[in-house]
């Protein structure tokens, strides 16, 4: 590898570190105010979300296909059932889905 790519490298580590590392120096040992604590635990939800959803919109050309298998397992998980139940569910809709249409 030539200099630069070792030097870009060790450049672009320190710039993600710095980020993740920070937090923890600045609020060691303090509590955040219970609002922004719950603020920040719906941000990986958030983030999913934000994610997935476009994914399920363009999953093929009828969009109703992603509509519909989001609503089911939007559905079976809202019910509280399990991941694998929530999965499963939703193929099963949309392979009826499809058959019929």
Same mark, same amino acid.
């Given at each position: 590898m030539s200099k630069e790519i070792v030097i870009m490298i060790i450049g672009m580590a320190i710039v993600t570190y710095i980020p993740r590392m920070l937090p923890f120096v600045m609020f060691k040992g303090k509590e955040l105010p219970s609002f922004l604590q719950g603020v920040l635990k719906n941000v990986p939800y958030a983030t999913l979300g934000a994610l997935i959803f476009p994914a399920v919109l363009f999953i093929q050309e009828d969009i109703w296909y992603g509509i519909i298998g989001a609503a089911a397992a939007f559905l079976a998980a809202f019910m509280g059932a399990n991941v +694998? *139940? #929530? #999965? +499963?569910? /939703? +193929?099963? *809709?949309?392979? *009826? =889905? /499809? =058959? %019929? %249409?």
């Open positions: +694998i *139940v #929530v #999965v +499963i569910g /939703s +193929i099963s *809709v949309l392979t *009826v =889905y /499809s =058959y %019929f %249409f």
